[in-house]
Nanobody
Framework: QVQLVESGGGLVQAGGSLRLSCAAS????????MAWFRQAPGKEREFVAA????????YYADSVKGRFTISRDNAKNTVYLQMNSLKPEDTAVYYC?????????????????WGQGTQVTVSS
């Protein structure tokens, strides 16, 4: 079992930046792929970014490429999402997820563990 706790959300103006963190605890000795998803009001949860254990394989949704950066610090069991040039359409609850596969997945259904989410609101 893995427990995930997100932090770092908040209210920011368009063009601003935020950094989300996701701290993992429990069975963190496995080579988990970590990802961020988001869910806007009235919409389905969607993939944002994912990173494998070594950090050598990273995927982004087209909507965030060039603006968001995912990274991880395995010594701290933490994954980050640096979000720059934020837009109002980035407003959503952001969720951290962990997948026990070493292959990076972008499908929501592949992820075994989820955090409770952190709200990001971007004002225009």
């Amino acid at each position: 079992q893995v427990q995930l706790v997100e932090s770092g959300g908040g209210l920011v103006q368009a063009g601003g930046s935020l950094r989300l963190s996701c701290a993992a605890s429990g069975r963190t000795d496995r080579w988990y792929t970590m990802a961020w998803f988001r869910q806007a009001p009235g919409k389905e949860r969607e993939f944002v970014a994912a990173i494998n254990w070594t950090g050598g394989s990273i995927y982004y949704a087209d909507s965030v490429k060039g603006r968001f950066t995912i990274s991880r610090d395995n010594a701290k069991n933490t994954v980050y999402l640096q979000m720059n040039s934020l837009k109002p359409e980035d407003t959503a609850v952001y969720y951290c997820a962990a997948d026990s596969s070493i292959v990076v997945q972008t499908a929501l259904s592949q992820y075994d563990y989820w955090g409770q989410g952190t709200q990001v609101t971007v004002s225009s």
